[in-house]
């Protein structure tokens, strides 16, 4: 069984940059496209940014220019650096397949923006 665990998340400012990291506990990462999701309070999860095995990425239109995401495959690590912050970027962040797969979910990383 896959475990997925997030991190580096926080409390930021407004304009301010967090790196999120996303570890597995085995090698899935050259098998599978990553991504990372993200879900709001009220709001149904959504994909934010995604990477294929051979690190061609995709964003979506609501943090493209401002977030980057990126691989490990040795390392078993997925990151997304996280530029610009702004509030409607707070969110729980998660990692996983893409498409997901349910069972990959794990807890996920709070980030807050304040403004």
């Known amino acids: 069984q896959v475990q997925l665990v997030e991190s580096g998340g926080g409390l930021v400012q407004a304009g301010g940059s967090l790196r999120l990291s996303c570890s597995a506990s085995?090698?899935?990462?050259?098998?599978?496209?990553m991504g990372w999701y993200r879900q709001a309070p009220g709001n149904q999860r959504e994909l934010v940014a995604r990477?294929?095995?051979?690190?061609?990425?995709n964003y979506a239109d609501s943090v493209q220019g401002r977030f980057t995401i990126s691989r490990d495959n040795a390392k078993n690590t997925v990151y997304l650096q996280m530029n610009s912050l702004k509030p409607e970027d707070t969110a729980v962040y998660y990692c996983?397949?893409?498409?997901?797969?349910?069972?990959?979910w794990g807890q996920g990383t709070q980030v807050t923006v304040s403004s």
């Open positions: 990477i294929s095995r051979g690190g061609e990425s």
């Open positions: 996983n397949a893409f498409p997901f797969i349910p069972n990959f």
């Open positions: 085995r090698s899935i990462f050259n098998i599978f496209v």
